[in-house]
C-alpha cells in the first residue's frame, strides 16, 4: 500500500492534470478569442461556457470540502452559464485564472497532512475528502478532453499543430 506521501503527491499530480492526458493550460494554449463564444458544432453550449462548467463545478467541490456553511447550487444553473452567456477576453482570461487559484488551493489541501483524505465531510451524505479530490480530477480531466476534441472540430488547434 501506497504511503500518505505518496498518495497526496499523486493527488496533486491529478489536480494538476499530469499524467496520461494533456493539461487545461495546453488544451486552451492559443485559442483564438473570436471562437469563444462560438457554439460547438451539434452542441448546445461554446468554448467559454465549458471552462466556466469547470470552473463552477471545481468550486463547488472545493467550497464543499471546505466551508461547514456550503449549501448545494442549484442543478443546472449552479454549475452551468446560462444558456446564451457570451464571456468578453477578459472574462474568458478570469474563468482561467479562477480555475487555476482554485485548483492551487485544492494542491495545498491535498499536500497538508493535517488535511485528513479520509475524513467524512460532516455537512455532506458520507463523502470523504480522498472522494471530492478524485471526483475533481476525474471531471478536470473528463472536460479537458472533451475541449481538446472540441478544437479539433471547430478547427482551433493553431496551424501546424501536432497530434
Same mark, same amino acid.
Given at each position: +500500500?501506497?504511503? @500518505? #506521501?505518496?498518495?497526496?503527491?499523486?493527488?496533486?499530480?491529478?489536480?494538476?492534470?499530469?499524467?496520461?492526458? +494533456?493539461?487545461?493550460? @495546453?488544451?486552451? /494554449? !492559443?485559442?483564438? +478569442?473570436?471562437?469563444?463564444?462560438?457554439?460547438?458544432?451539434?452542441?448546445?453550449?461554446?468554448?467559454?461556457?465549458?471552462? /466556466?462548467?469547470?470552473r463552477l463545478a471545481q468550486h463547488d467541490i472545493l467550497d464543499f470540502m471546505s466551508n461547514p456553511?456550503? /449549501?448545494e447550487p442549484e442543478w443546472p444553473a449552479g454549475y452551468w452559464p446560462a444558456s446564451g452567456t457570451?464571456?468578453?477576453?477578459?472574462?474568458?482570461?478570469? #474563468?482561467?485564472?479562477?480555475?487555476?487559484?482554485?485548483?492551487? /488551493?485544492?494542491?495545498?489541501?491535498?499536500?497538508?497532512?493535517?488535511?485528513?483524505? !479520509? @475524513?467524512?465531510?460532516?455537512?455532506? !451524505?458520507?463523502?470523504?475528502?480522498?472522494?471530492?479530490?478524485?471526483?475533481?480530477?476525474? &471531471?478536470?480531466?473528463? &472536460?479537458?478532453?472533451?475541449?481538446?476534441?472540441?478544437?479539433?472540430? +471547430?478547427?482551433?488547434?493553431?496551424?501546424?499543430?501536432?497530434?
Amino acid at each position: +500500500m501506497p504511503s @500518505e #506521501t505518496n498518495v497526496r503527491s499523486h493527488l496533486v499530480k491529478l489536480l494538476r492534470g499530469e499524467g496520461a492526458h +494533456m493539461s487545461l493550460a @495546453e488544451a486552451v /494554449e !492559443d485559442f483564438p +478569442m473570436s471562437s469563444i463564444n462560438t457554439v460547438i458544432p451539434n452542441g448546445s453550449y461554446t468554448p467559454w461556457q465549458l471552462l /466556466e462548467h469547470i470552473r463552477l463545478a471545481q468550486h463547488d467541490i472545493l467550497d464543499f470540502m471546505s466551508n461547514p456553511d456550503y /449549501e448545494e447550487p442549484e442543478w443546472p444553473a449552479g454549475y452551468w452559464p446560462a444558456s446564451g452567456t457570451q464571456a468578453t477576453p477578459e472574462e474568458w482570461e478570469q #474563468t482561467l485564472s479562477d480555475i487555476s487559484d482554485d485548483n492551487q /488551493e485544492l494542491q495545498k489541501l491535498a499536500e497538508d497532512p493535517g488535511f485528513d483524505l !479520509d @475524513e467524512t465531510i460532516d455537512w455532506g !451524505d458520507g463523502q470523504t475528502r480522498f472522494r471530492e479530490f478524485l471526483i475533481v480530477a476525474d &471531471h478536470n480531466a473528463y &472536460h479537458t478532453g472533451e475541449f481538446a476534441i472540441l478544437r479539433q472540430v +471547430m478547427g482551433t488547434w493553431p496551424a501546424g499543430r501536432e497530434g
